[in-house]
């Protein structure tokens, strides 16, 4: 009586974090926001919207062209405190707190910096805020680059300042993404500024063979071939 040997060939599914980009800043490249001439002090009253000191957003200008679009926006010199120019705009992300709180979302954030001829100065701020009553006050930044950044001479060409992989801190809710110039006056541009929430899921890779039933198949296939010999 021939035996029949069956196998049963075990599969495994390995899995992997895959991270998937949001952009989750509010007209980065400066198309739909309009000149804002009020200035400081704080509450940063709109969510999702530029606030903070005036800023004018311009076509093109002495040389420099928007590095996409038609709009690009432009430190104003009317900065009435202070000696610098800080303009913010604040992102509800309470959506994502299960990630978040979990240590699985990262932000990557950027701008494009011109001038018309070099300027210095110039900065980004990330925040990351456990809530927002309308006012910064009372929070620290989470990275800010103090205003080392710089444009070149050249108004053909933008300037890129980029962070990415940045943590968000426990029972983050919101953050704040900010343009600053060291000066008033700066005579700077900024142009498709991102801020991208990056949330990891757990994806399955196609399923394998799990490591070993290959060469137990092949022992089995052998076994049956030398009792067929043998029944023979």
């Known amino acids: 009586m021939q035996k029949v040997i069956l196998l049963s060939v075990l599969y495994f599914v390995s899995f ?20 804002k001439n009020t200035e400081w002090p704080i509450p940063l009253v709109s969510i999702g919207q530029w606030s903070g000191d005036g800023f004018s957003i311009v076509s093109a200008e002495s040389g420099v062209n928007p590095l996409s ?18 303009t913010y705009q604040i ?7 299960t990630e978040i709180d979990a240590g699985t979302a990262t932000i990557d954030y950027s701008a494009y910096f011109n001038s018309a001829g070099m300027v210095s100065g110039l900065g980004l701020s990330f925040w990351s805020l456990p809530a927002f009553s309308g006012s ?3 929070y620290t930044t989470k990275l800010f680059d103090n205003f080392g950044n710089a444009t070149d001479a050249d108004e053909s060409t933008w300037e890129q300042v980029s962070y990415t992989s940045i943590s968000l801190d426990v029972n983050t809710r919101f953050v704040a993404f900010g343009l600053h110039s060291l000066t008033k006056n ?8 991102s801020l991208t929430l990056n949330v990891a899921s757990t994806e399955p890779q196609t399923p394998v063979p799990a490591p070993g039933v290959l060469s137990l198949f092949g022992l089995g296939l052998l076994v049956s071939a030398k ?5 023979a």
């Open 16 to 35: 992997f974090a895959v991270a998937t980009p949001i952009e989750i800043l509010s007209d980065g490249g400066f198309e739909a926001t309009t000149t």
């Open 186 to 193: 700066s005579g700077a541009y900024v142009d498709n500024a």
């Open 69 to 86: 679009g038609s709009g690009m926006y432009k430190f104003l010199g009317n900065n009435l405190i202070g000696g610098n120019h800080d």
């Open 136 to 138: 910064l006050s009372g």
């Open 91 to 97: 992102i509800d992300v309470s959506a994502w707190a």
């Open 227 to 231: 009792r067929k010999k043998r029944q």
